[in-house]
């Protein structure tokens, strides 16, 4: 069967992006490999396994001038949790900036957090169906 396996997301520095994704999101390298002329191929996901996000430095003005606004403003990435309340307070208090606060939606918990280059991501709780 086929599945979503990686989704490009653009950024301004591999050392960065891992510092943010694997140190404080707690997602695992997969893979880091020179690719040449300072390019890497750089796949990191969440612990428990899922899409993958390939980390693609910005490599000319035009790609620069996405980094952060991919979406279009629009929140782009969803992080699902078990437990959302203990995964809420660890990332605040990781320095993560939550743009609001918790709230409850007829699909689960959900609060807007933002990373380090401006992508707008919905740490989420979703209830059982």
Do not use: S
Not at 20 to 46: H, I, N, Q, S
């Amino acid at each position: 069967m086929n599945r979503l396996d990686l989704v490009t997301l653009v950024v301004p520095d591999y050392d960065e992006a891992l510092a943010f994704y694997v140190g404080v999101l707690g997602f695992v390298t997969c893979e880091d490999a020179p690719l040449g002329d300072g390019k890497r191929w750089v796949v990191v996901e969440p612990p428990d396994g899922g899409c993958g996000l390939l980390l693609a430095r910005a490599a000319n003005a035009a790609q620069r001038a996405r980094v952060g606004d991919q979406t279009g403003g629009r929140v782009g990435f969803f992080l699902r949790t078990r437990d959302f309340a203990p995964e809420h307070a660890r990332l605040t208090a990781a320095g993560v900036h939550f743009e609001e606060e918790p709230r409850e939606e007829p699909y689960g918990t959900v609060a807007v957090f933002a990373d380090p280059f401006g992508n707008r991501w919905d740490l989420i709780e979703r209830d059982a169906p």
